[in-house]
């Protein structure tokens, strides 16, 4: 089982960037972006399930996460791009089905990819 993201990249604020992670060795139920800025926890950012979607509180609006099924890939559209976005971000998906109430933590998730830098600067 693999997970490899890619698309990361340096962009000016209010830009945009599209994020790929693409699964290999398995369909997961549920996959998940997180992402963890220097000195900081890591951060709940999307998730996408058959039972909808979900955002983290300071990217809802900004941030949109997609599947393709066929490809085995979920993407995350990143636009109105800010500084404080800047973080390395991972793809995560779960050994099997998550209970919607625990989607958002870090521990639900087992397996995860390298993670790819964003950086939003001027």
């Known amino acids: 089982v693999q997970l490899v993201e890619s698309g990361g990249g340096l962009v000016q604020p209010g830009g945009s960037l599209r994020l790929s992670c693409a699964a290999s060795?398995?369909?997961?139920?549920?996959m998940g972006w997180f992402r963890q800025a220097p000195g900081k926890e890591c951060e709940f950012i999307a998730q996408?399930?058959?039972?909808?979607?979900a955002y983290g509180d300071s990217v809802k609006g900004r941030f949109t996460i997609s599947r393709d099924n066929a490809k085995n890939t979920v993407y995350l559209q990143m636009n109105n791009l800010k500084p404080e976005d800047t973080a390395v971000y991972y793809c995560?998906?779960?050994?099997?089905?998550?209970?919607?109430?625990?989607?958002?933590?870090?521990?639900?998730?087992?397996?995860w990819g390298q993670g790819t830098q964003v950086t939003v600067s001027s």
């Open positions: 060795g398995y369909t997961f139920s549920h």
């Open positions: 995560a998906a779960p050994r099997g089905v998550i209970a919607w109430g625990l989607i958002r933590s870090r521990g639900a998730y087992g397996y």
């Open positions: 996408i399930s058959r039972g909808g979607t």
